[in-house]
């Protein structure tokens, strides 16, 4: 039946359309036995003519409807067929009038049926409203038109067409029935069987959710702990590096009064800035008179390291000391000059010559030093 939607995407639509066509023609076909037991009962006179002529409508609108539906235009298929299902009864009802009209009431439910279980709620409402509307305002106005349909007013008894009518309306309300019963059914089904696979879906993500959530708390933690272990070990390499530039500079007391400040491998900022604090700290501990600067261990004096000798030579007289430089090797002592920095203190060869000469300058230091305790 895909056929009858080729122009449709609406996936309803397509399932609806058999449905749809079957009703349609159980519509028409009533539609004819109508005519046929109008024609017999009231026989071929004007008085048939109001409700034939009503049967033959309800039948053109309902094929109608079945070529609008293999078109492809649904609203249309249903809207076509209830507007001439409503305008014949109310053709019927005007000409007839109450309480002649009655029996053809009952048709007004298939419309209504047919729009609600076919499209939204708002046409529902427009054909049931027109339905309400058509019913009340004839039997407003049926004195007044009374006299003007005096001339195809039907017999008295009606009960042929009646029961005719309920069978008919019967038979179209079955088909309607029938036929989206399944459907709603299985739509029904298939809804449930969505609801849960969502609810399965659902718990599954929950689940996933809850997993990811406990792995991702476990690795936060495992994160938070390298970040602690790092920042112990940093706060560790800190300490480690303060330890070895402390030790890079050491200042040792050699004699009383005096103190010894020996320079090893390459001196950068960093270094200088640890020696010069260190010297100034030990001169002040030690109340140190002389300082020796031992340079034996520096390969290259540059002038950084010139100016750096002097700075802490000077940092250290306007402490009241004086500073001695040792180890100054040939080669050094080229540079020194070629540079054109003037060393302002005293020199010696080796920290033995410094010491003797100390020795000779101090001995009462000295013996009390070498005087055993």
Not at 241 to 261: D, K, M, Y
């Amino acid at each position: 039946m895909r056929q009858f939607l080729i122009a449709s995407t609406d996936p309803i639509e397509r399932r609806q359309a058999p449905a749809l066509q079957m009703i349609l023609i159980a519509i028409s076909v009533a539609a004819l036995v109508a005519l046929i037991v109008f024609l017999a009962v009231l026989g071929v006179n004007p008085t048939s003519g109001v409700p034939a002529g009503g049967a033959v409508l309800v039948m053109l609108t309902s094929l109608t409807g079945v070529a609008a539906l293999r078109r492809g235009y649904f609203r249309l298929a249903v809207l076509v067929p209830s507007a001439g299902l409503i305008v014949a009864v109310f053709f019927v009802t005007v000409i007839y009038g109450y309480p002649a009209a009655t029996p053809f009431l009952p048709v007004m439910f298939i419309p209504v049926i047919l729009t609600g279980l076919l499209i939204e709620t708002r046409p529902l409402l427009l054909i049931a409203a027109a339905s309400a509307l058509i019913t009340a305002a004839i039997f407003l106005v049926n004195p007044v038109i009374a006299p003007f349909t005096t001339m195809v007013q039907p017999p008295g008894d009606l009960t042929i067409v009646a029961v005719a009518l309920f069978l008919l309306v019967l038979f179209v309300v079955t088909t309607i029935i029938a036929r989206f019963g399944p459907v709603l059914r299985q739509s029904l089904i298939a809804a449930l069987a969505r609801e849960r696979e969502l609810e399965q879906l659902r718990d599954s993500l929950e689940a996933t959710v809850s997993e990811r959530t406990a792995g991702l708390q476990e690795a936060l933690r495992t994160v938070e702990q390298r970040e602690a272990q790092l920042q112990q070990a940093l706060a560790d390499l800190q300490a480690s590096q303060a330890t070895i530039r402390e030790l890079s500079a050491p200042v040792l007391p050699v004699l009383p009064g005096v103190l010894i400040a020996p320079l090893v491998g390459a001196i950068d900022e960093s270094r200088a800035t640890v020696f010069v604090a260190n010297v100034l700290r030990a001169v002040e501990r030690e109340r140190a008179q002389q300082v020796i600067f031992d340079v034996t261990g520096v390969p290259l004096i540059d002038t950084q390291v010139a100016r750096m000798i002097l700075q802490a030579a000077d940092a250290v007289r306007l402490l009241g000391a004086q500073v001695i430089l040792v180890g100054i090797r040939p080669e050094v002592a080229q540079t020194v000059v070629g540079l054109g920095v003037a060393l302002d203190m005293k020199t010696y060869a080796d920290l033995q010559q410094a010491i003797h000469a100390l020795s000779a300058a101090f001995p009462a230091s000295v013996n009390r030093l070498s005087r055993p305790q």
